[in-house]
């Protein structure tokens, strides 16, 4: 049976205060209360001895003051068993897709943090099979990796890719988690995940746009606790998207202007190290399995030097950069290679030969780039022969990084191709070596791995 706690004494959209009548509540207690025959919650945010303000989980207009605070027995949970995939979670751990649950069995997603002996730093390389991601920005099992790009660099596309390489490749499952995103995009999302026969081998959690401060913030905990689910229990090895990381920084900021706490710089809370850090410490790998974070970051004005842009960046281990400019010019992933980067781009952990070949690749593009401008203005035939080279090189590797992919078959027409990574580092030596400086370059476009055709 609830204990009634107290009553409302003052009503805003994102925060109610409650007089208490000398029971107690906790930080993160739900509370509940009866409005026109339907039930509200309300989760504790701040205790100031008999107050409390609480940030309520849907729209309290026409809640009125005076009425009964009821404590609940339960705290803020989400389905803990092989259920989830397949599923739709809204940030509160209800199913939203029109499914249901045989067996409820209930996890707080607070869950705890790893101690520092459970946290395995030496996970293995997460290879993808995905050329261009493989070859510059290699992962470690456990990584938090940055996803930048605009609408229509196809972050879709890739996002299903990693999904359905990595279900083939280790049989492991992925989490998507939507904070703050647009309810026809989840939709969208759904429909091509059904249509690429992904949906029930992931599952998705919703804090849509539409919905208060409280679901974008929460969403990401609610992903957390699925993924978790699937690594210490299931022993995978798990791939969880977040997009977007930003928005859930964006709720807590409004939270917090609500709570009346005085924020820092460009209106951010104080406690942004810690309400991020909080999400980005559950990311990990221990001795049973991983979880391989993908987050897509909202970069306010372009501004790269924002406050919560650089808080989440301290966390990441590398980003991966979708530029339109590439788009443009046909080359899909649109990854660019100079923004793009991982903490695993060294010797001592992809070995000197992957090493020196990036680094090698790096200067033909960049040659590449200046020798674009020299023939815009004197032609082609006015550079030397080791430009010349470089040229017709870089223009090679340029579209042996393309990949037809599986998800995206029914639309290339192209059998999706996955590339061992000695198969990469094998052609991309081979290219620069000039083994096929005869080859035309339309035959590098959109293969799988070159050697021996």
Known sequence: MDTCIGKIISISELNVQILLNGEKVKFHDILSTEHKGKKMYFEVTEEDGNMVAAVPFQSVIGLKKGVDVYKTDSSLSIQYSDEILGKVFDSYGNLIDDSHIEQ???????????????INVNGGILWTGIKILDFFAPMRKGFKMGLLGGAGVGKTVLIKELIHNVYTGLNSNSVFVGVGERSREGRELYDEMQEADLLDKMAIVFGQMGENSAARSKAVFSGLTLAEYLRDEKNQDVLLFVDNIYRYVQANSELNAELSRVPIENGYPANIATSVADVEERINSTEKGSITSFQAIYI?????TDEAV????????????????????????????????????????VGERHYRL??????????YRDLEEIIAVLGIEELSMADARIFYRTRKLRNYFTQPMFVAENFTGIPGQFVDIDDVLQDVEDILNGRYDDVDEAKFLYIGKFGGE
């Open 300 to 304: 306010p004005a372009d501004d790269i």
């Open 358 to 367: 990036v680094e090698e690749v790096l200067r033909y593009y960049a040659r």
């Open 310 to 349: 650089q808080v989440i960046s301290s966390h990441l281990d590398g980003q991966i950069v979708l530029d339109r400019k590439v788009a443009e010019k046909g080359l899909y992933p649109a990854v660019d290679v100079f923004q793009t980067s991982s903490k695993m781009i060294d010797i001592e952990n």
């Open 104 to 118: 409820e069995h209930r996890k707080d997603v607070y869950g705890r943090n790893l101690t520092m002996e459970e």
